[in-house]
């Protein structure tokens, strides 16, 4: 079966129409908010003395020795377990169904309590700092491959997000490549449509392509009734953004953020390891032609 329940396939249909609508209403899909009870029910922020624990607890880790040998360990051989580029490029074009590799899902990747401690952190972030991302806002990017699929989530930069550094260090010693590294947070209404995360980045003055996604996945107590699945089109299936869990794959492959229904606050560390050079041609997955464009995330 493509979805896990079909109570997923019946929410995903409603969701994709409610966007639809929205846009030919010139309206930005997914943009409800909460009111009365519902806002109440939201989490309040951290407490000052709850986030210099978090703070501790990451630094403290970060400096042992052992913490990234532990997380290489657990991950194993990133760029092996994702599969070829060659059979990514296969599956994405549809030449062979055979070709399409599983996702790469690691479990408890994190120490229990330093992947609670990056939570707390990420829910500490002030609020001018998280910076909503839409296609209108990624229009730049466009040429390059970025933002041209339907989105709205907020984005912190690694730089801002200082206290998490062991973390994103640890994450980009997995492979001898260039990387980058963010935080996201979806919140409900946030989305982005099917895309393939192709895109061109420059790195040291060099252009580079998105060659492995990773996500880490950072909320607890997520289960498919509130949404914003990571909805896996090459593979037929969607996934809960499990609590402290890593995704990775081989770019290009088609997906999409379903999205969020629940109150809470969707939190991740995402982003690309990358390769010298243009790997591939970009092309829209909508059928549209239009050279140069195609969908993917912002």
């Not at 309206?27 to 978090?54: K, T, Y």
Request: with cysteine; hydrophobic share 45%; glycine share 8%.
């Amino acid at each position: 079966a493509y979805w896990p329940q079909l109570g997923v396939m019946a929410d995903l249909m409603a969701a994709g129409m409610a966007r639809a609508l929205a846009r030919a209403r010139g309206e930005e899909p997914g943009a409800d908010s909460l009111e009365g009870s519902e806002a109440e029910e939201i989490q309040a922020p951290p407490s000052a003395d709850e986030v210099r624990a978090a703070q501790h607890t990451i630094a403290r880790w970060g400096r042992r020795k052992l913490s990234r040998k532990k997380l290489a360990e657990r991950v194993g051989t990133l760029d092996a377990s994702v599969g070829t580029r060659a059979a990514a490029l296969q599956a994405s074009r549809g030449i062979s169904r055979a070709t399409v590799q599983p996702l790469l899902v690691v479990p408890n990747v994190l120490p229990a309590a330093v992947a609670e401690a990056a939570l707390t952190v990420l829910r500490a972030v002030p609020e001018a700092t998280w910076q909503v991302a839409t296609a209108s806002t990624d229009i730049g990017e466009h040429a390059e491959g970025s933002g041209t699929a339907a989105h709205r989530f907020a984005g912190c930069a690694r730089d801002d997000a200082a206290a998490l550094e062991p973390i994103f260090a640890a994450l980009e010693g997995l492979i001898a490549q260039p990387v980058v590294l963010q935080c996201g947070r979806y919140e409900r209404g946030d989305f982005i449509e099917p895309h393939d995360d192709m895109a061109f980045v420059q790195a040291n003055g060099v252009e580079h392509s998105r060659d492995i996604a990773i996500v880490l996945h950072l909320t607890p107590d997520w289960c498919l009734d509130d949404g914003g699945t990571f909805v896996d089109h090459a593979g037929k299936v969607a996934r809960s953004p499990v609590f402290n869990s890593l995704v990775a794959f081989r770019v290009p492959r088609l997906h999409e953020v379903a999205p969020v229904i629940g109150r809470a606050a969707r939190f991740s560390i995402y982003g690309w390891f990358l390769a010298p050079g243009k790997l591939y041609e970009l092309s829209c997955v909508d059928g549209q032609k239009q050279k140069g464009k195609r969908k993917r995330t912002a």
